[in-house]
């Protein structure tokens, strides 16, 4: 069989600039415009490109759902949207939560209801919760237990997850909590 020489591909200067693609959204509260490969996926554009480090990769799947942000107010796993398809969108990432110091009530609840340990998966459970709060989604056990399905912790049992979210849902709702809700569980109880 005859040797087939390899014609080298050749990528000219010109070429990378008509790969790229502009895209404008609105990141946290603030107007962000950038080039970006067609192909380059939100969560990157976000940690890479925008320097908000908060939006974690885990899998890179969409199964742990420690990239989770607000796209339009909905819950959405940014290793699951190409950057390009958030042009004309408004984002919300953890870093956009906080306001003149002091933490978003969803955050604050995190840290009263001890729902996290290693902290790696916190800033996508806290955004899959805003998300189901925002959608007015029903705060019993089984149903916020299923609104974060697709966010995975390896550290602790949900209960105190599920507890802070609910907490907040009725502080950002306006309804009085009963004292001592939710704190029968541990830390890393079920």
Known sequence: MPCVPQIPYIVRPEMEVALLRRIACTVNGVRREAEVEPRQLLVY???ETLGLTGTNVGCDTSSCGACTVLVDGKSVKSCTMLAVQADGTEIQTIEGLATDGQLHPLQEAFRQHHALQCGYCTPGMVM???GLINEGADMSDEAVRLG????LCRCTGYQNIV????DAAGK???E???AGAGTAGTQ???
Not at 148 to 151: P, T, V
Not at 163 to 166: E, F, M, P, Y
Request: proline letters at 4%.
């Open 128 to 130: 899959a919760g805003l």
């Open 163 to 166: 507890t802070a979210i609910q």
């Open 176 to 178: 009085q909590v009963p």
């Open 148 to 151: 974060l399905e697709g966010n």
């Open 188 to 190: 890393g109880g079920s």
């Open 172 to 174: 950002l709702r306006g």
């Open 45 to 47: 554009f976000l940690r």
